[in-house]
């Protein structure tokens, strides 16, 4: 009988969420519970983290769990680890799933860097407008370059002071559209975007309209997270978690 554990918060998950439902899995979608509303799932949703490696090993053999999908954010490095480390303990099968990095193409202007200090270092001295497409999380790191115009997009409006004295808000929750983004570079006048390299297609519209408007982009390389092995796509996690016939029964 399989039991199938969905680590979400991404694109992908939501549409495995959704395959899985209609074929009548038995499966749970975990959230971390880092924003006020998340999409709801078609699954038994849980939301809250687990507890760190223990905590995880503790509910996958509580919840007799026998294969987990990790679909969380390429930049979800913690969970993943820590999915990592669960799963063997216990035993239990793990796959990622997880979209390939986005790669410069002709007309990007991308400075790759390894990480959030060396976007903030790959920052003109000069005051430009920085569109800082990288959530919530890492933006204490560019309150030492206080001279630029920031533009930021959160997906919850801030409860607390930010830590960027120019800085313009967005409320917003991707997916997110061409048109858009196109309207809201222009409107920003946006000369940087800074990037997490996400993949996938939720956050890709402000890369195209960027190579369209010529603006410059410093690229974050995503963190190291132990090897597992990982699936591109739905139909095989799908195939992985055995073909529809299997499931639920
Ligand atoms: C809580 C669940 C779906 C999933 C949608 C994807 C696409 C839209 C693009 C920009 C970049 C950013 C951010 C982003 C995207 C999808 C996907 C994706 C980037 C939600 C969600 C949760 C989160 C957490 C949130 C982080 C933040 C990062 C915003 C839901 C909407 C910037 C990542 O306020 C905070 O603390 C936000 C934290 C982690 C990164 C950060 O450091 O701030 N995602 N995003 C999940 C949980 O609790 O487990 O609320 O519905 C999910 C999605 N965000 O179902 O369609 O697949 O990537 N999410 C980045 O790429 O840099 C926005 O603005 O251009
Ligand atoms: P992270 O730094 O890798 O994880 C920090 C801790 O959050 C984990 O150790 C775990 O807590 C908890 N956690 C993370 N994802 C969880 C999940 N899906 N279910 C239950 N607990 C979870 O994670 P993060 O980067 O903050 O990402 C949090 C969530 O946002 C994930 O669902 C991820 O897919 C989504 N997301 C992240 C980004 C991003 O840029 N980081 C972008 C888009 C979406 P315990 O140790 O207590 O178990």
Partial sequence: ????????????????????????????????GRT?????????????????????VAFLKRESITKVVDATHPFAAQMSSNTVAACHKVGVELRGFERAPWKAGIGDRWTDVSDISGAVAALPKAVSRVFLAIGKQNLSAFSVAPQHRYLLRLVDAPTTDLPLP?????????????????????????????????????????LDVARELGIEVIMIARPKVPS???LGDLDQVLHWLGHSADLGV
């Fill in 1 to 32: 009988m399989t039991r199938i554990l969905v680590l979400g918060g991404t694109t992908e998950a939501s549409a495995l969420a959704k395959a899985l439902a209609d074929r009548g899995a038995d499966a749970v979608f975990s959230y971390a």
């Fill in 36 to 56: 006020r509303s998340p999409v709801a799932q078609p699954l038994p949703t849980r939301i809250g983290g687990f507890g760190g490696v223990d905590g995880l």
């Fill in 166 to 206: 120019n800085c313009e808000v967005v409320v917003d929750r991707g997916p997110f559209t061409m048109s858009s983004d196109k309207a809201l570079l222009s409107r920003h006048k946006t000369q940087i975007i800074v990037s997490k390299n996400a993949g996938g297609s939720g956050a890709r519209a402000k």
């Fill in 228 to 230: 597992r092995m990982i």
